[in-house]
Structures are given as structure tokens and as C-alpha cells.
């Protein structure tokens, strides 16, 4: 790395021009026990937030009834505060996005999950209705700021040749957490083993126990070497990778072949938001269009069944609020299944027939299933295994979404970029659909249900319409390539591709 004045790790950057092999010297590794602290320090974060969500809705029954130590309905609970928890997550993500494009990955997934334990533990000691939407919304806070953090750091850490599928499994990941939180919820919901004011408790203070856990593996995730070089931390950059190929090359036996290139760049110490904000419209307005299509489907399909699912069982076919977690298991499987199963083809079938398909079979299949609860053809059972074949299609298609404005737009607005269309579009489908479909599922009018589907599978087929024309065909292929850094934009800029 031929470069301008060094600094020390802990002292003043350096703004000059660069020469640098670390993309390609990244991208050229190998999968290696390195890669697996990186998504085990990183991706289990999602675990945290399916536990979460999963809980809330599973104990609404539960904290609506008497004695559970809040006065509070069903409907506020998967309505005003799920509205609550996701605007905090759209507020989170802008806040943290930018920082984290400011002062790098690392600082800011310790500071996001910090935030998110804190909050989780104080929901757990909610006494008034204001106490639980106040730390509903700070809770979301610091998801929201996880995936922006996270999702930048995943894509600039993982190899281009596993990209695809690796981002698409720790995403689709957040349904283990919801099979935990099915479960677990019907084990703190039997007034048998805890009373009602204290087993919905509990099942947020175990969320804290394990994100304690999460917290002491990720002090071991290194920061981006990508965001290091740019922001004038070139010399971290270099020793960070030499000591990854050293031990990758231990670990294998063997010398790595050589890096395919070079990329030089300017240095910033920061980017302003106007620049990022030109750059995302001006720059890629058809792949905004994608982004801000792909986000808006899958929110509104995930909160045309998730939200409401309780309420959908309990109203439409008597099932106990004490049972409802058995069936969302059964669903939260089907979930995790489709990135784990259809991932690898993201990257070898590529982005965009992957991605328009999946959204498009999902809605499809969501039509279908809206039709045959209409007619009265389906029982608890049926309705949970329809749900499980769409969203088995569905979940890929969502963790795309995040994937796609992960890898589209330039390094510097990286994790800005994952924020803004995660909160543009989760705002427009996830505070608006939690509360269009709460009272829409808790009518207790069919039709009113079935609306609630066809919303969702129809944005879910537009998605994937405008997927099918707009997705960049970004499998196996360097960040760089994608969209050329804007370090680096006036001496190199064809490499940017439409």
C-alpha cells in the first residue's frame, strides 16, 4: 500500500491518496474459522430481535388479561406498541447508520447492542401501559442501529464468492430467535410453573442473558478493513488482513494466490449526508427504486400474517393464547428454512432471478392462501402450513432486501444507505401495517382478514415485478465493482455499473 502520512491506532488519520490490495485480498480468502467468528459474533444479533418480536406477540393475550401487572389490550400491545418498536428501529437505523458510516462498524454494533439490552431489561420491569411503549420504542432503537452496522460490516468482512447466501442465512437467522420466542413463550405463559405478572418477564430477561453473550463474543469482530483504508486508517487496514492471510494460511496449509487487484483512493475522514443523499438518487435512482420496492413488500407481507397471527388463531378457530406459539414455530421454521436452503442460489442462479421469483412465488402462494380462508376451506393447521410455504419463499426474498441496498451503493454510504430504505420502507409497511392490520385481524370479519392478505401478497408481487427489471446482477463480484467508491469515483469511474 503505497500511502499519504500514517497515524497511530489510537491518534490523528490520514487524509492522503492510497494505493490498496485489501478488497482484493479479502475477497480471495477462503471460508476459514476467521469467517465463522465473524458471523457468529455478528449475525446472531437476529436471534435477539426474532426472540423479541416473537415474545411480543405470543404474550399479547397473555398481558391483556387480568393480573399480568399491566392495563393494557391486545390490540395496543400487537398495534400501538409494535407501531412503537418499529418506529424506534426506523429512527435507530437513520441515528446509528450514520455514525456507523462516520466512525466505523465496530464502535457502533457494541453501542447498538448495548442500547437494545438496556431497553429489553427495563421492558422487562414495565408497571404502566407508557412504561412498556417507552421501552418498545428504545428497544427498536438499537435493532434499528444493529442492521445498519451489522449488514455493512457482514458485507465488507465476507468473501464476494459466499456473499450472497452468508447474508441471507444471518438474516433469515432472526427465525431461530422466533422458534425460541414460540416456545419459550408457551413455557412462560402456563400459570402452572410462574404466575401471569411474572413468566412474560422473565421471557425478556432471558433475551438480555444471551445478548450478554452475544455482547462478549463481538468485542473479538475486528472493524472493516474497507472503512479503515478510506477513512485514513490504511496501516490498521494492512496489519488487519496480513494477520487474517497468516492465519487462514495456517489453518489451510497452504499459500494464498494472489490478489486480482488494486484500487486507488482519496481518504476522507467523513462523508456528508448531502454527498450520500445525491449519490443514492442522483447517482442510482433505479436502484433506489428497487431498494425502496423490495423493503415496502416485505414489511407489509411479514405484518399482513406475523402481527396479527395470534389474534388470527384465537378469533377465527378458538385456539388457546397459551398454544399460539406451537403454530408460529412451525411457521418461524419455515422461515429460517428458505435462506437456508435457497441462499447458495443467490449466488450461483444469481440476484436478480432469485430475487424477483422469491417475492413473486410468495405473493402468489399469499393470494392463494387468502382465497381458501375466504371459502372457510382451512383449519389452524392448514392456515400454519400456508403460511409456511410462503414465507419459506418470503424470507429469502426479505433477507435480499437487505442484501441488495447492502451491496449496490458505494462503501462510503454504505450503512446510511441500509438505513434510509430499511426506514422508508419498514416505516411505510411496519408502522402503518401493524396498525391497519390489528384492527383488521381483530374484527372478526373474514373479509376484513383476507384484505389484510391480499395487501401484502399484492405489494409482494409488485416487488418483485420491479426486481425482475431493476436487480443488479452483483453475485460473485467485488463491492468495488458494484458501485465504485466515491473516494475513488474520478479516477475510476466505470467501473460503477447501471
Not at 476522507?268 to 443514492?280: D, E, P, Q
Request: with cysteine.
Amino acid at each position: 500500500m503505497a500511502a499519504g502520512p500514517s497515524s497511530p491506532a489510537s491518534g490523528p488519520v490520514s487524509t492522503g491518496t492510497v494505493t490498496t490490495s485489501v478488497p482484493a485480498r479479502l475477497d480471495r480468502l477462503p471460508w476459514s474459522r476467521w469467517h465463522w467468528m465473524i458471523v457468529i459474533g455478528l449475525g446472531t444479533v437476529w436471534i435477539l430481535d426474532g426472540l423479541e418480536v416473537t415474545i411480543v406477540g405470543n404474550v399479547a393475550g397473555r398481558l391483556a388479561e387480568e393480573g399480568s401487572g399491566l392495563d393494557i389490550t391486545a390490540a395496543q400491545v400487537t398495534g400501538i406498541a409494535a407501531a412503537l418498536y418499529v418506529a424506534g428501529a426506523c429512527s435507530g437505523a437513520l441515528f446509528f447508520g450514520w455514525l456507523t458510516d462516520r466512525y466505523g462498524r465496530k464502535k457502533l454494533f457494541m453501542v447498538t447492542l448495548a442500547v437494545y439490552l438496556a431497553a429489553t431489561a427495563l421492558t422487562a420491569l414495565s408497571f404502566e401501559s407508557w412504561w412498556f411503549f417507552l421501552f418498545r420504542f428504545l428497544t427498536g432503537f438499537g435493532i434499528g442501529g444493529e442492521y445498519a452496522a451489522i449488514n455493512s460490516a457482514i458485507d465488507e468482512l465476507i468473501p464476494s464468492l459466499y456473499r450472497g447466501r452468508v447474508d441471507l442465512i444471518i438474516n433469515g437467522s432472526y427465525w431461530l430467535g422466533a422458534i425460541g420466542g414460540a416456545l419459550l413463550s408457551i413455557l412462560m405463559l402456563d400459570t402452572a410453573i410462574f404466575p401471569k405478572d411474572l413468566g412474560w418477564r422473565l421471557s425478556f430477561a432471558l433475551g438480555v442473558a444471551l445478548g450478554l453473550v452475544i455482547l462478549l463474543v463481538r468485542r473479538h469482530v475486528p472493524e472493516s478493513p474497507r472503512w479503515q483504508f478510506i477513512h485514513g486508517r490504511g496501516e490498521k487496514a494492512e496489519a488487519l488482513v496480513t494477520s487474517v492471510e497468516r492465519e487462514v494460511e495456517q489453518e489451510r496449509g497452504e499459500p494464498l494466490p494472489p490478489p486480482a487487484g488494486e484500487i486507488t483512493i482519496h481518504q476522507r475522514k467523513s462523508i456528508g449526508f448531502g454527498l450520500i443523499a445525491r449519490t443514492v438518487f442522483a447517482r442510482y435512482p433505479r436502484r433506489a427504486v428497487l431498494g425502496l420496492s423490495l423493503f415496502i413488500g416485505q414489511a407489509f407481507l411479514y405484518n399482513a400474517i406475523t402481527f396479527g397471527f395470534g389474534t388470527i388463531l384465537t378469533t377465527f378457530f378458538d385456539v388457546p393464547t397459551g398454544h399460539t406459539g406451537y403454530y408460529f414455530a412451525v411457521i418461524a421454521a419455515g422461515n429460517f428454512l428458505g435462506p437456508l436452503l435457497l441462499g447458495k442460489l443467490f449466488d450461483t442462479v444469481g440476484r436478480r432471478v432469485m430475487i424477483s421469483s422469491t417475492y413473486l412465488l410468495s405473493g402468489l402462494l399469499l393470494f392463494g392462501t387468502a382465497w381458501l380462508f375466504d371459502r372457510g376451506s382451512l383449519t389452524a393447521t392448514t392456515l400454519t402450513a400456508c403460511w409456511c410455504v410462503v414465507l419459506f419463499f418470503a424470507s429469502a426474498g426479505a433477507s435480499s432486501a437487505y442484501l441488495t441496498v447492502s451491496e449496490v451503493f458505494p462503501m462510503e454510504t454504505r450503512a446510511m444507505a441500509i438505513a434510509f430504505f430499511y426506514a422508508l420502507g419498514t416505516a411505510a409497511g411496519g408502522i402503518s401495517g401493524p396498525l391497519i392490520f390489528a384492527d383488521l385481524t381483530e374484527s372478526g370479519v373474514v373479509a376484513d382478514t383476507v384484505l389484510a392478505f391480499q395487501i401484502g401478497a399484492g405489494l409482494m408481487c409488485a416487488a418483485g415485478l420491479v426486481a425482475a427489471f431493476l436487480a443488479v446482477r452483483a453475485e460473485r463480484r467485488a463491492l468495488e465493482d458494484i458501485a465504485t467508491p466515491l473516494s475513488v469515483a474520478e479516477v475510476d469511474a466505470s467501473r460503477a455499473t447501471a
